[in-house]
């Protein structure tokens, strides 16, 4: 079954730091753009971040600008989110998540994107 596996989430206090980390399982994730989206309790899912597959292209939801740094490393296959400058509107469950077509572009959809994560746990709390 392809999967996502993310990591790095945890408890930090506002104005910390945290680095998500994405690896896929029985799949290549080079060859695909990634996005990342979270999900904060009673609320929906939204986009946070999203790279192209080459890496040249990254697009951010206005809330995280100039605090959250999507990246890749092709060598290791693994995708990253790092986050600074953390608030409590941070908190919530972080997810990646692969597109669909290999044309390497960012989606402008949730639909178009197909294979999710489990997430992981992200607290920003004093």
């Known amino acids: 079954q392809l999967q996502l596996v993310e990591s790095g989430g945890g408890l930090v206090q506002p104005g910390g730091s945290l680095r998500l980390s994405c690896i896929p399982s029985r799949f290549i994730l080079n060859y695909y753009a990634v996005g990342w989206f979270r999900q904060a309790p009673g609320k929906e899912r939204e986009g946070v971040s999203c790279?192209?597959?080459?890496?040249?292209?990254?697009n951010y939801t206005d809330s995280v600008k100039g605090r959250f740094t999507v990246s890749r490393d092709n060598a290791t296959d693994t995708v990253y989110l790092q986050m600074n400058s953390l608030k409590p509107e941070d908190t919530g469950i972080y997810y990646c998540t692969r597109a669909k077509t290999r044309n390497g572009r960012c989606p402008g959809r949730r639909d178009e994107y197909d294979v999710w994560g489990q997430g992981t746990a992200v607290t920003v709390s004093s």
């Open positions: 790279i192209s597959r080459s890496g040249s292209r990254t």
